[in-house]
């Protein structure tokens, strides 16, 4: 049974910092592509930062880029995101989602972390 569990979230003030970590289990991490999404109340959920199966390129939504960074150990089937700089706009439901690289279709998600910026 493939689980991802999210941990890391809570309440930060503004310009402060919060690690993400999202650990996977079930199935052969290295084959799968990982992404953090993010939904806000009132809100389609969006993505947030994606990193390859080996770690070896990635990308971010414009509103992240240069504050956060997504990374990976597949050691330890993790993956992270470290979020600096956090706006209040940053206020979210952080979700781990995992694609298998060969098969498109067959993707995973976590429960969720909440991240509150918030004075």
């Known amino acids: 049974q493939v689980q991802l569990v999210e941990s890391g979230g809570g309440l930060v003030q503004p310009g402060g910092s919060l690690r993400l970590s999202c650990a996977a289990s079930?199935?052969?991490?290295?084959?799968?592509?990982m992404s953090w999404y993010r939904q806000a109340p009132g809100r389609e959920r969006e993505l947030v930062a994606g990193i390859t199966s080996l770690g070896i390129s990635t990308n971010y939504a414009d509103s992240v880029k240069g504050r956060f960074t997504i990374s990976r150990d597949n050691a330890k089937n993790t993956v992270y995101l470290q979020m600096n700089s956090l706006k209040p706009e940053d206020t979210a439901v952080y979700y781990c989602?995992?694609?298998?690289?060969?098969?498109?279709?067959?993707?995973?998600w976590g429960q969720g972390t909440q991240v509150t910026v918030s004075s």
């Open positions: 989602n995992a694609v298998f690289k060969y098969v498109k279709s067959v993707n995973y």
């Open positions: 079930g199935l052969t991490f290295s084959s799968y592509a």
